[in-house]
């Protein structure tokens, strides 16, 4: 969840003043032991933490795919194989694939898109 829409949620009674300093006492960062998870990363910057898939273990990144879903009901992989999107297809059914681009990823359907992006990347 963003800052915004804790605030707004305590606003309208949603949830209580001790949940939501539950969540913004929480630390920054999840440590996974085969992995170190920025959590607050889009609070700080607007966009959420994107795992690197290649050479990732499966069960580490189902494990590092999960718990980013579980954070903030998006999450994005990049690099990743046609094996990879398989397995996490198998547990997450709503994850779509791009085997140009290699991502997999899952995002909120009621999702606001605005503008345009360009990702530009070199080397292979």
């Not at 305590?10 to 170190?36: C, D, H, N, W």
Request: hydrophobic share 35%; proline share 2%.
């Amino acid at each position: 969840m963003e800052t915004q829409e804790i605030l707004k949620k305590v606003k309208t009674g949603e949830i209580s003043v001790e949940e939501a300093e539950l969540f913004f006492r929480r630390q920054p960062f999840e440590e996974m032991g085969y992995a170190k998870l920025d959590t607050h990363r889009k609070m700080r910057s607007g966009f959420a933490e994107v795992i690197f898939c290649s050479g990732k273990a499966d069960d580490h990144l189902l494990n590092i795919f999960g718990k980013l879903y579980e954070e903030d009901g998006e999450v994005m992989g990049t690099r990743a194989s046609q094996h990879q999107y398989q397995m996490i297809k198998a547990a997450y059914p709503e994850v779509v694939y791009d085997e140009i681009s290699r991502i997999i990823k899952i995002e909120k359907p009621d999702k606001k898109r605005v503008g345009k992006i360009a990702v530009c990347s070199a080397g292979w």
